[in-house]
């Protein structure tokens, strides 16, 4: 009867679209999903483009399929409000179910989305942000930044062997601003020094010409500053303007106020600034040349210190995948990142199986003129440093 030859019919279409169906969760299991959240509006969004950038050379450079999955990125903006970020991470953990989450480009965010990544045992990848607790706020995350401890502790050494002995202080007043400050403190003054003057700045819309005027005041042979990324040009302006330049004040810190995004636009008042940091566009190997212009012919800019946290977080994400055979498990991923060594634009980097902290080289810099360009040029090289700044337990 053509009605059964209808409905047999019907029933082979309709096994057909539940084979479809079927086979649709597994075919969406090939995707390898990674939630990206970065300031990419409001004062710390050069960090959020840096990163952004990275991340999107390093998937041009080798490709978007990793382990026989491939890898898609959602990309949300926090603006650094870490409310936002607990709120993004949630979604993104809950509705899009992404399989890591990354970016993070200040402290606070970082902080705010570690419950979540503990509760949903998603690894998250710190790019950015520096304050040394970070790693021990859950067993999910693991750091390809830096940390302020590993560069304020080195600076702080170098000033006191080399002449430098009084210090004005003028530090960011939020977490990663403390740990550069109190690190630096506690070796500068170990080794000799006196700090003379400590200010703290407010982290939004900061104004330095207030504080400067006491810095010039305190007559301090150095000064030591951090400032976040982004914020180094309207310091060094500033600071040119106030003429500290004109002191012999030397300007000494972490290398975050030294960013190679923002340097070659300071002008000659940040020539001869002495600073200790992990990356240099400078640096001279060959992987870091052919970054640099990779970088500069994507998106005509330099690239600074948080596009190689960017770089390397995507970079540590694919090989862990690599090394699970694309099993998507967060405790599997994190296992694969521990310990896990390579060569970066900045130069050899590992994850400390135990920490899942950073550890780099530290580098430091003088701010010199090179064929016209001002550049951060290093001149001695502290080997494979840990973070110093860990609870000690
Ligand atoms: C941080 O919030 O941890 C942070 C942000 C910008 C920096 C360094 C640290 O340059």
Request: hydrophobic fraction near 40%; charge should be neutral; glycine fraction near 10%.
């Amino acid at each position: 009867m053509p009605t059964t030859k209808l409905s047999r019919r019907a029933a082979t279409a309709a096994a057909l679209s539940l084979a479809a169906l079927i086979a649709a969760p597994a075919h969406a299991q090939e995707t390898f999903k990674i939630g990206l959240i970065l300031p990419m509006t409001g004062g710390q969004a050069s960090t959020g483009k840096q990163i952004d950038n990275a991340v999107k050379l390093y998937m041009q450079q080798k490709g978007d399929t990793v382990a026989g999955k491939k890898i898609e990125i959602i990309l949300k903006d926090d603006g650094a409000v870490p409310d936002n970020t607990k709120r993004i991470a949630q979604e993104l953990i809950v509705n899009d179910k992404v399989n890591v989450i990354a970016g993070f480009g200040v402290t606070p965010a970082a902080l705010a989305a570690a419950p979540l990544a503990t509760q949903g045992k998603v690894p998250e990848i710190v790019m950015a942000a520096g304050t040394s607790i970070i790693t021990e706020r859950s067993p999910y995350i693991v750091r390809t930044s830096f940390t302020l401890a590993q560069s304020s502790t080195i600076i702080a050494d170098w000033a006191a062997k080399n002449g430098i002995k009084k210090v004005a202080t003028l530090t960011s007043d939020f977490a990663p601003g403390n740990d550069a400050l109190n690190f630096f403190k506690q070796n500068f003054t170990a080794g000799g020094g006196e700090v003379v003057e400590e200010v703290k700045v407010p982290l939004q819309n900061p104004d330095f010409a207030p504080f400067l005027q006491r810095m010039k005041d305190s007559k301090p042979d150095a000064m030591f500053v951090f400032v976040p990324a982004g914020q180094g040009g309207t310091f060094m302006k500033q600071f040119a303007e106030r003429g500290l330049d004109k002191t012999g004040i030397k300007v000494i810190g972490p290398g975050d106020v030294m960013d190679d995004d923002l340097l070659n636009g300071m002008g000659d008042a940040a020539l001869g600034a002495v600073t200790a940091h992990m990356y240099s566009a400078a640096h001279p190997s060959a992987m870091n040349k052919e970054f640099v212009a990779a970088y500069k012919k994507a998106f005509g800019s330099r690239p600074g210190f948080m596009a190689v946290g960017g770089y390397d977080g995507i970079h540590l994400i694919y090989e862990a995948l690599k090394k699970t055979g694309g099993k998507t498990d967060g405790d599997a991923l994190v296992e694969a990142m521990k310990g896990m060594k390579w060569e970066s634009p900045r130069g050899p980097i590992s994850i400390d199986p135990e920490t899942r902290d950073i550890v780099q080289n530290i580098y430091i810099r003088k701010v010199e003129k090179v064929d016209g360009e001002l550049y951060n040029v290093e001149f001695a090289t502290f080997e494979a440093v840990k973070d110093s700044g860990k609870t000690k337990k």
